[in-house]
């Protein structure tokens, strides 16, 4: 795609700035994120409940809110997630909660014709041995890692929710893949957070402690890809608001969103070390399981849109350590 294409691209806008924006998962790292972002861009008519307002997983509070709201674009922001430990402890709840959500939510924006709805995935839900980087047309081509399986067979339903309501009913559904995120309001409870918060935890803890060493599961070996979930934000804010031939809604539209980059989980362990002051050893403890080899998105067809990331991983990791020690108890 030339770069004139590009240019026209990231000058129309589909949401207008007093459009009704419903955003699902508000008090989540995600939600929370779309919300910073489109109040950053002028946007004024967001409803946001949060669970006490909302049941997403009660069908009918979900079409009564829908009734009485009319919400006109919706970011499928909710989900329930965690790490390797939560997944495989868990998994009933992960693929209930999450079907229940998306089932929900997806079906009510076509029952009351909401003009876009985004629905956030994950990239677990590629094969486990993928060849690298992950192209969006490898979905569905191989066997998923064990360790999260339900939560992905979870995403991957609701991919599909999205074409089949695409192909049958004519909305403009959009199934997104982000890399591994973090950022403001990430999870940082060590049963259940993603590897980067924890560590962020691990190290901080084990400094304050004058511990001697912090131990890590795994090898270490793994590569990670991981995106700011600012960075995210913007990009799911900026699909949004591309026109119909950009985003393909006669086919199956998907799009990886990421960094291009990655790094092993050791190399990670480092810079959260030296970040946080930490003097101590670092240890793996390999009777632990490492989960997928490598996730790394090809995230060619965003960046031909006109789209990349911005928040150097090292900046983006500093920022969120300094808004953990000003809010840890």
Request: charged share 20%; aromatic share 10%.
């Amino acid at each position: 795609m030339n770069s004139a294409s590009v240019q026209v691209f990231m000058c129309v806008t589909t949401m207008n700035k007093q459009s009704q924006i419903f955003v699902a998962g508000v008090r989540g790292l995600v939600g929370s994120g779309i919300i910073r972002c489109l109040k950053k861009n002028g946007y004024t008519r967001i409803l946001s409940p949060c669970h006490s307002e909302l049941e997403l997983m009660d069908t009918q509070a979900v079409s009564d809110y829908f009734e009485k709201y009319k919400p006109e674009y919706v970011f499928l922001s909710a989900a329930k997630v965690g790490g390797i430990l939560a997944n495989s402890t868990c998994p009933a709840d992960f693929i209930y909660q999450n079907l229940m959500i998306q089932n929900n939510l997806i079906h009510q924006s076509y029952v009351h014709k909401v003009k876009r709805l985004l629905f956030l995935g994950s990239s677990c839900i590629y094969p486990r041995d993928c060849p690298q980087p992950i192209k969006e047309e490898y979905l569905m081509t191989g066997p998923l890692e064990s360790t999260n399986s339900a939560y992905a067979v979870a995403k991957i339903a609701g991919i599909e929710m999205c074409w089949s309501y695409n192909r049958q009913h004519h909305t403009k559904f959009i199934p997104v893949m982000p890399t591994n995120l973090y950022g403001p309001n990430d999870n940082f409870d060590l049963t259940t957070s993603h590897v980067l918060p924890a560590l962020i935890r691990k190290f901080h803890e084990a400094k304050q402690a004058a511990a001697n060493s912090v131990t890590i599961w795994g090898t270490g070996t793994p590569r990670r890809e991981f995106l700011h979930v600012d960075d995210l934000s913007a990009a799911c804010v900026y699909l949004m608001n591309l026109p119909d031939d950009a985003l393909s809604f006669k086919d199956k539209p998907l799009f990886n969103i990421g960094t291009g980059t990655d790094l092993t989980i050791k190399e990670l362990a480092e810079m959260i070390k030296e970040i946080t002051n930490f003097k101590g050893e670092t240890v793996f403890d390999t009777s632990k399981p490492d989960g997928t080899p490598q996730k790394l998105l090809d995230i060619s067809k965003l960046t031909n849109l006109g789209w990349q990331a911005k928040i150097d991983l090292k900046q983006g990791i500093n920022s969120v350590y300094a808004l953990f020690k000003k809010n840890v108890r």
